[in-house]
């Protein structure tokens, strides 16, 4: 899990980046065209739906594997702390799909807000610094992308 969280999650983070300069640099980097060029929907694709999916893949299969790479022991409130937050994590890639193109806004200031509280959160874990940096920089772009 390690591997993933250090290696795997900080690519969601490169990858909003790039898609972000992609549609920034074919229109003259002004922020709102590149977002009404396919920007928003692209961020929206990325940093929603698969990270969401990913997200609760790792929380609901892997959920000991998550709490020992926070360097706590497993315990049934850990257990069900994260089967509570994969399931959260699989509404949200649930609803990515089911919400028309105009109810995206509203999920991508949602998720990206608590993206933004769970990096924050992440600060207090000491070897945290992919999963607060990964998810500061997604929730950023998200909430840079639905405000």
């Given at each position: 899990?390690?591997?993933?969280?250090?290696?795997?999650?900080?690519?969601?983070?490169?990858s909003?980046?790039?898609v972000?300069?992609y549609?920034l640099?074919?229109?003259?980097?002004?922020?709102?065209?590149?977002?009404d060029?396919?920007?928003?929907?692209?961020?929206?694709?990325?940093?929603?739906?698969?990270?969401?999916?990913?997200?609760?893949?790792?929380?609901?299969?892997?959920?000991e594997?998550?709490?020992?790479?926070?360097?706590?022991?497993?315990?049934?409130?850990?257990?069900?702390?994260?089967?509570?937050?994969?399931?959260?994590?699989?509404?949200?890639?649930?609803?990515?799909?089911?919400?028309?193109?105009?109810?995206?806004?509203?999920?991508?200031?949602?998720?990206?807000?608590?993206?933004?509280?769970?990096?924050?959160?992440?600060?207090r874990?000491p070897?945290?610094?992919a999963?607060v940096?990964?998810?500061?920089?997604?929730?950023?772009?998200?909430?840079?992308?639905?405000?």
């Amino acid at each position: 899990m390690n591997f993933l969280v250090k290696h795997m999650l900080p690519l969601y983070a490169l990858s909003g980046l790039i898609v972000v300069g992609y549609y920034l640099g074919t229109t003259g980097w002004a922020w709102s065209p590149a977002l009404d060029a396919g920007g928003r929907e692209a961020i929206y694709g990325l940093l929603i739906t698969a990270f969401a999916i990913s997200g609760a893949c790792g929380h609901l299969l892997f959920p000991e594997r998550v709490v020992s790479s926070l360097g706590h022991e497993p315990n049934d409130a850990s257990r069900l702390f994260q089967r509570e937050l994969g399931l959260f994590t699989l509404m949200v890639a649930v609803a990515s799909f089911l919400v028309p193109a105009e109810g995206m806004q509203g999920l991508g200031i949602a998720w990206g807000g608590f993206l933004v509280c769970a990096g924050l959160n992440h600060l207090r874990s000491p070897g945290r610094f992919a999963a607060v940096v990964s998810d500061l920089i997604c929730g950023a772009l998200l909430l840079t992308a639905s405000l």
